[in-house]
């Protein structure tokens, strides 16, 4: 397969990202305060797995064992999902509604870079499930009634986005093709980059903003 090879490494590092969130949605579980709720977080992390085997299928195509490329990359995910481990129920609902939109933030900064084939299987894995959107309407209602909740979890979602930023940035100084194949410019081209986070930083307000939070 002739390809650009910073494509299997993408989804190298996407697969472990998929497998990260999938275990952390069920350890998260625990904390849900109803049957509900648990049948909720229950479906966004079969969406996780689902992607997990899109992505996999995709790495045999080229050769690469899925398992191998989740142990590769697996320590960056794992420290992400341990400097923002919520505490509350509460924490876990900002922390699944801002965890799928970056997600899908992260695709609809990049999609143009990559090939028809690529921008296919990437907006897949990456798009806002829809899932989230219970997380969505539980914040909002947390928050309206209890208007001194507002405040902390504004400070959680500026947490898990700065955590977000700074691992993003590791995985992009540890993969340079990656980099190369995501900034044109390769990774010497810090403007492109810069745009890029700053306009994740913007749709996150947005999406902060949606919640009630801000």
């Given at each position: 397969?002739?390809?650009?090879?910073g494509i299997a490494?993408?989804?190298?590092?996407?697969?472990a990202g998929e497998?990260?969130?999938?275990?952390?949605?069920?350890?998260?579980?625990?904390?849900?305060?109803?049957?509900?709720?648990?049948?909720?977080?229950?479906?966004?992390?079969?969406?996780?797995?689902?992607?997990?085997?899109?992505?996999?299928?995709?790495?045999?195509?080229?050769?690469?064992?899925?398992?191998?490329?989740?142990?590769?990359?697996?320590?960056?995910?794992?420290?992400?999902?341990?400097?923002?481990?919520?505490?509350?129920?509460?924490?876990?609902?900002?922390?699944?509604?801002?965890?799928?939109?970056?997600?899908?933030?992260?695709?609809?900064?990049?999609?143009?870079?990559?090939?028809?084939?690529?921008?296919?299987?990437?907006?897949?894995?990456?798009?806002?499930?829809?899932?989230?959107?219970?997380?969505?309407?539980?914040?909002?209602?947390?928050?309206?009634?209890?208007?001194?909740?507002?405040?902390?979890?504004?400070?959680?979602?500026?947490?898990?986005?700065?955590?977000?930023?700074?691992?993003?940035?590791?995985?992009?100084?540890?993969e340079e093709d990656?980099?190369?194949?995501?900034?044109?410019?390769?990774?010497?081209?810090?403007?492109?980059?810069?745009?890029?986070?700053?306009?994740?930083?913007?749709?996150?307000?947005?999406?902060?903003?949606?919640?009630?939070?801000?």
């Amino acid at each position: 397969m002739d390809e650009n090879p910073g494509i299997a490494k993408l989804y190298s590092v996407l697969i472990a990202g998929e497998y990260a969130a999938h275990n952390r949605l069920i350890t998260e579980s625990a904390m849900a305060p109803d049957v509900p709720s648990r049948i909720a977080i229950g479906r966004m992390a079969a969406s996780e797995m689902g992607h997990f085997d899109e992505l996999a299928a995709e790495l045999v195509k080229r050769g690469i064992d899925p398992v191998e490329a989740v142990l590769r990359h697996l320590d960056v995910f794992d420290r992400y999902h341990g400097t923002t481990n919520p505490k509350t129920w509460d924490e876990v609902m900002v922390k699944a509604y801002v965890g799928d939109g970056l997600a899908a933030d992260f695709y609809g900064e990049l999609s143009d870079v990559l090939p028809d084939e690529a921008r296919r299987v990437v907006s897949t894995v990456m798009a806002e499930t829809g899932n989230s959107e219970f997380a969505k309407d539980w914040v909002r209602a947390r928050v309206a009634a209890q208007p001194e909740l507002r405040w902390p979890l504004t400070l959680w979602g500026r947490r898990l986005l700065g955590e977000a930023i700074t691992h993003t940035q590791w995985v992009l100084a540890a993969e340079e093709d990656v980099t190369d194949l995501l900034f044109t410019g390769g990774s010497t081209d810090l403007a492109a980059v810069s745009r890029f986070f700053e306009s994740v930083t913007d749709r996150h307000a947005k999406r902060m903003a949606d919640l009630g939070l801000g």
